[in-house]
């Protein structure tokens, strides 16, 4: 090995460090080449009065508490929001102070590390394509069910952020013609029917309306319909309430429905369901896949797309971030260009019914996983999505 590759080598084995800023909680993570995380810190979120400044300084503080007690590569950060496409600003953050935040490098000059900017919803499925429920499949659409609907594309094993940087808004697709009234505006978006927000709504609804149906539901909020939320309803569920069981099923045929748009409109090999109302697993999921399969586009004549239950759950995040953090800081330092960018998949899957503009994963948009040869500890020497060589 050259000096140079074993050079490039060594510092691939490097921890990163991952943070995932959200609503209510800065969660960091210091994670191994392997995605694992083997140290964690976290902060109370600033409050949304509070300047962009206050924000740079909690992640600062949280940097400086990990890197103190590990001798990390970089920095990444998943933000709830819009990040530009150059991945160096935070165009708007719903929970954040933040419009234009040029955080990137404000953040960079704090730490004296490298540091990037991703959308937390392609952080997340990012992690999973790596180290989660979609190992090994080239075309992933994750949708997170929150109390909106967040979501990211991994297309032909590249992350795809679109034009702007804001792809994957997948919850203000419109499935009702005139429906229920969105925050965004508009009417009948799909996250006013399939998401923990939706669920709520009509579980409300049922006591509201005083459901002889609903009586379980009115007993665990203690006859209070604004107490109902969304682990309550999954709960009755699960012990078999079938009002609950219902609501759910009802949250389960809407997902089916986008997602039927979803395969039509991008073909991918598998749907990753994650976030807190993908906790109640296949209550929800066998009614998804059912509604996917009546809804979709050439039914019958097509290989249909699985759908899956994410596997990283509330760290997702914060472990893509870390992991898009040191493949950008090798993409960087690789003036040898020993380290490429292109997900690692089984040959039949990465080239089939794809023409790409330029075969030179240099050149790809987007981050890519990428093919080649690696020492495997934790997955019995397989090879995964985006190992880097
Ligand atoms: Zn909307």
Same mark, same amino acid.
């Given at each position: 090995m050259s000096p140079t590759r074993a050079r490039v080598a060594r510092l691939a084995l490097r921890p990163t460090i991952g943070i995932d800023i959200g609503g209510t909680k800065v969660a960091a993570g210091v994670v191994d080449?392997?995605?694992? &995380?083997?140290d964690r810190a976290r902060r109370e979120t600033p409050s949304k009065s509070k300047s962009a400044q206050v &924000?740079?300084?909690?992640? $600062?503080d949280i940097v400086a508490e990990l890197a103190g007690r590990h001798h990390v590569l970089a920095v990444g950060i998943g933000a709830a929001g819009f990040v530009d496409g150059t991945q160096s600003s935070v165009l708007f953050a719903p929970h954040l102070a933040w419009r234009n935040e040029p955080l990137r490098d404000a953040v960079r000059k704090r730490v004296g590390l490298p540091v990037v900017v991703d959308?937390? $919803?392609? $952080? $997340?499925a990012w992690a999973e394509c790596r180290f989660g429920a979609a190992q090994g499949e080239s075309h992933v659409v994750c949708v997170t069910l929150g109390t909106g609907i +967040?979501?990211? !594309?991994? !297309?032909? +094993?590249?992350?795809?952020?679109?034009r702007f940087g804001v792809a994957g808004e997948f919850g203000h697709m &419109?499935?009702?013609? +005139?429906g229920h009234r969105c925050e965004c505006g508009n009417r009948g978006c799909w996250e006013q029917y399939a998401s923990g927000n939706a669920l709520v709504r009509e579980a409300r609804e049922l006591v509201v309306n005083g459901s002889p149906v609903g009586h379980r539901i009115a007993e665990a909020c203690g006859g209070d319909y604004r107490r109902i939320t969304g682990p309550m309803i999954s709960d009755l569920a699960r012990e078999g309430d079938p009002a609950a069981v219902e609501l759910l099923e009802e949250v389960g045929h809407w997902l089916g429905t986008g997602l039927a748009n979803l395969a039509a409109a991008l073909d991918p090999g598998l749907f990753v369901i994650g976030g807190g109302v993908s906790d109640v697993g296949e209550l929800m999921l066998a009614p998804a896949t059912a509604s996917l399969r009546r809804s979709l586009t050439g039914r019958g004549f097509r290989p249909e797309a699985g759908v899956v239950r994410?596997? !990283?759950g509330n760290e997702a995040g914060l472990i893509g971030a870390a992991d898009l953090a040191r493949r950008e800081r090798l993409r960087r330092r690789d003036r040898a260009k020993l380290v490429t960018t292109r997900l690692l998949l089984p040959r039949r899957l990465n080239?089939?019914?794809?023409?790409?503009?330029?075969?030179?994963p240099e050149h790809a948009s987007g981050t890519a996983l990428t093919p080649g040869p690696s020492t495997r500890r934790l997955n019995g020497g397989r090879r995964r999505a985006g190992d880097i060589v």
């Open positions: 080449v392997d995605g694992q &995380v083997i &924000v740079e300084d909690t992640i $600062a959308n937390d $919803a392609n $952080a $997340a +967040g979501g990211a !594309l991994v !297309l032909d +094993g590249v992350l795809h952020r679109g &419109v499935v009702v013609p +005139g994410a596997a !990283l080239n089939q019914n794809s023409t790409r503009v330029n075969d030179n």
